[in-house]
């Protein structure tokens, strides 16, 4: 049988399979909390796979071609059944992070098995479920390696063709609108004082240099990340009934969502894109002007097609909102305004006014002396969000944009 | 949810068994009632009910449940005529050896087991299934 793989086996990522399970093989501490939690006959069946795995892994090398082993797959696949229930019972919060461990562990090997026996897209299924539902070992990185690798050797070629149209929501006119200023890249002493009366203002030509400005694109993303899989949120917005999310390829995602007319919105909104695929990382670089407190900075992602909403709401950071591809179009309000929040606990950092509606100084009259910050942002354009200051975004057309939330 | 009499049609329940993320409730006049996560077809009902909030009625109205049970994600049915039926999830053949996939049931079409006849009793554990027969 014709071994197409070859040229993409490079020696990175047979070196990462190996150094992963001997990692694994040899880490005492989880080892001795696997048998907390497990009795023998499943510590004999998690210590066998990962033998067999480091066996059959050698056999790979040495043959140079396939190894079947149909029964490490199912091994993993009974361990990961087991974590993933562990994981999806009760809170969230009281999931012991073993489970999440052991899960990542095994969709790991799970992933060197089904590479090595020939399943390649499977393989980097597997890796990505363990990083979206696991937890690492002190840090370690074989999993994100292994399949940033994989996914190199998956890459195709493509032509830049979807240009971003604007399609301009006008707010309405009931609104006492306020322009949000702009700022031509100010140096980090003028940042401060830009931060002091703690009001809204937009940075141009801070991140032009980023490759991810002339690189990105729906077709790039879709053909050199497309098997990896994201979660992504599919409603209208997250107050609706009808709100869920769903783990879908980018390669789905662009096709059926971004690149054509889909009835219903789907958003990957506020995920950790760059812990997960890191290769991404490489086309962004982090701001200097987050470093102005030493706080742990959380950089989301946003993308997703025209006509995406947030509705109005206050996060609990600081944000430098990073506008890299399409066109984006923002509404906000002062912290100290009374914005109707909603009552339910998981919803209190919401609104319940919705700042598009045509009525929506009928429905709360005291809009009309509030001052609405409103600004378009397109490619380039950094904004800053002050702390719990009230939000509504929207999307004018095909939108990707980076978000850094510091406190 | 919370479910009282109201919700199983003024029917008192008999008898209940829950899964991980699913209950079954059997009520006086052997009808069974379901609800939570449909997701391997644990609840009797076909793919195209993602979960039931409000505990629904299984099965047409000549099915006299005698015994029900609960795995993690599959369920267990037991008529008064010693027919065993099985739902749910099926990847390490808790419903069915022959299956390859996960059994879902339509409120007209059953599977039953066929090896199953004359079956007595019927427990299931999480992953597994027991019963025995005459």
């Known amino acids: ?407 | 949810a919370v479910v009282s009499t109201q919700s199983t049609g003024g029917l008192k329940v008999k008898n209940i068994a829950a899964g991980y993320w699913h209950c079954l409730a059997l009520t006086e006049f052997d009808v069974v009632y379901a609800w939570g996560w449909n997701n391997k077809g644990q609840l009797g009902l076909s793919r195209e009910n993602a979960m039931e909030n409000m505990p629904v009625p299984l099965f047409e109205e000549d099915m006299e449940i005698d015994y029900i049970s609960c795995g993690r994600s599959h369920s267990a049915f037991l008529t008064k005529d010693k027919s065993l039926y099985l739902c749910g999830w099926n990847k390490y053949k808790q419903c069915s050896e022959d299956a390859n996939e996960d059994i879902y049931l339509d409120n007209r079409l059953k599977v039953n087991t066929p090896s199953a006849t004359d079956v007595v009793d019927v427990v299931c554990g999480p992953w597994s299934t027991y019963f025995t027969t005459d």
Not at chain 1, 7 to 35: M, P, W
Not at chain 1, 335 to 362: C, F, G
Request: glycine fraction near 4%; charge should be negative; proline fraction near 5%.
């Open chain 1, 1 to 407: 049988m014709l071994f197409c793989h070859k040229k993409y086996d490079s020696h990175r990522l047979i070196e990462v399979f190996e150094k992963g399970t001997c990692f694994y093989s040899q880490e005492n501490a989880f080892h001795q909390r696997f048998v907390e939690f497990f009795c023998s006959k499943e510590k004999f069946i998690f210590d066998c796979v990962l033998a067999s795995t480091i066996k059959c892994l050698q056999k790979y090398q040495d043959d140079r071609k396939e190894v079947e082993n149909q029964t490490n797959i199912n091994q993993c696949e009974i361990l990961i059944d087991f974590a993933w229930e562990k994981i999806n019972i009760g809170h969230w919060k009281d999931v012991d992070v073993f489970w999440r461990k052991l899960y990542r562990i095994i969709s790991f090997i799970k992933c060197v098995n089904l590479y090595i026996s020939g399943g390649v897209i499977d393989a980097i299924k597997s890796c990505d479920m363990g990083l979206i539902m696991g937890a690492p070992i002190r840090e370690e990185l074989f999993t994100h390696e292994a399949a940033d690798v994989i996914s190199l050797g998956l890459s195709k070629e493509y032509t830049n063709i979807h240009v971003p149209t604007k399609r301009y929501v006008i707010p309405p006119r009931s609104l006492n609108i306020k322009e949000v200023p702009s700022i031509n890249s100010p140096s980090l002493q003028y940042f401060m004082e830009l931060l002091e009366p703690g009001t809204p203002f937009v940075m141009k030509n801070i991140i032009s240099h980023w490759p991810a400005i002339k690189k990105w694109s729906p077709e790039f993303l879709r053909s050199k990340h497309g098997c990896r899989t994201v979660p992504v949120e599919i409603g209208s917005s997250y107050v609706s009934e009808h709100w869920s999310q769903k783990l879908m390829t980018l390669d789905e995602y662009i096709s059926d969502y971004i690149l054509s007319k889909s009835d219903s919105i789907a958003y990957l909104a506020q995920y950790e894109l760059f812990k997960h695929i890191t290769r991404l990382k490489e086309d962004i670089s982090p701001l200097d002007y987050c470093a102005v407190s030493n706080s742990e900075v959380v950089t989301n992602c946003w993308f997703g097609p025209e006509g995406t909403v947030s509705p109005l709401h206050h996060d609990h950071y600081q944000n430098l909102f990073c506008q890299v591809y399409g066109y984006k179009r923002f509404i906000m309000y002062d912290r100290a305004d009374d914005m109707h929040p909603h009552q339910h606990h998981l919803l209190k950092n919401t609104s319940q006014v919705d700042v598009e509606s045509p009525t929506v100084t009928e429905e709360f009259p005291d809009m009309k002396e509030k001052v609405a910050w409103v600004v378009e942002l397109g490619p380039g354009d950094v904004l800053y969000v002050p702390l719990h200051w009230w939000h509504h975004v929207r999307s004018l057309s095909v939108s990707f944009s980076v978000s850094f939330w510091w406190k």
